[in-house]
């Protein structure tokens, strides 16, 4: 699995101990809500919709691009980057509207969820189409979980300034470097 914008941030949550449960639910409902959509034909009307597709990956460019900026600040000043900083933490439902807008701003999120898992699903047969959402959901369910929860095994080596630091950096250069393919892909389909 590669670390995107979507599990960045749930990782990030994760570390940080904020609103774990929360963020790991919606992005794993969301999921499923995708998945199902793909499975039930959403995968044939993307396909189909080559403008949709175009301001999809334009909205979730300009979205990265400016979330990785942020990293990328954050990255310089690891003084403010402490796992029990207090001062930096966010409210439950600020949480999950960045949870929303990482999944659902994301067209990586639309290609991987609906249309890629989506038509696979849509080639079961249909008597096995609900098991196959069922499955994949729960597996997306128990990544979530993982990368959420998972992270405070590695909160010690996060609680180094440097270890903060370090992640920012990665996050905001793997931002841009995202936010850059897909304008490159928006801006090649015209």
Request: aromatic share 8%.
């Amino acid at each position: 699995m590669a670390i995107g914008a979507q599990n960045a941030f749930v990782l990030r949550q994760g570390l940080r101990r904020e609103h774990v449960g929360s963020v790991v639910v919606f992005c794993a409902v969301a999921d499923a809500a995708l998945i199902t959509a793909g499975v039930l034909g959403m995968a044939q009307a993307l396909g189909n919709s080559p403008g949709l597709a175009r301001a999809l990956a334009l909205a979730g460019a300009a979205f990265l691009a400016v979330y990785g900026w942020r990293a990328l600040r954050r990255a310089r000043n690891p003084e403010r980057l402490t796992a029990s900083d207090t001062g930096a933490s966010i409210s439950r439902a600020a949480a999950l509207a960045q949870a929303a807008a990482f999944t659902l701003l994301n067209p990586h999120v639309y290609l991987d969820t609906v249309l890629l898992v989506g038509s696979i699903g849509a080639q079961q047969p249909a008597a096995l189409r609900g098991w196959f959402v069922a499955g994949a959901s729960t597996a997306s369910l128990l990544w979530f979980g993982l990368l959420g929860f998972g992270a405070r095994w590695m909160a010690p080596w996060f609680a180094r300034p440097k270890a903060w630091q370090v992640l920012d950096a990665l996050i905001g250069v793997t931002m841009w470097l995202l936010a850059a393919l897909l304008l490159r892909h928006a801006l090649a389909n015209l």
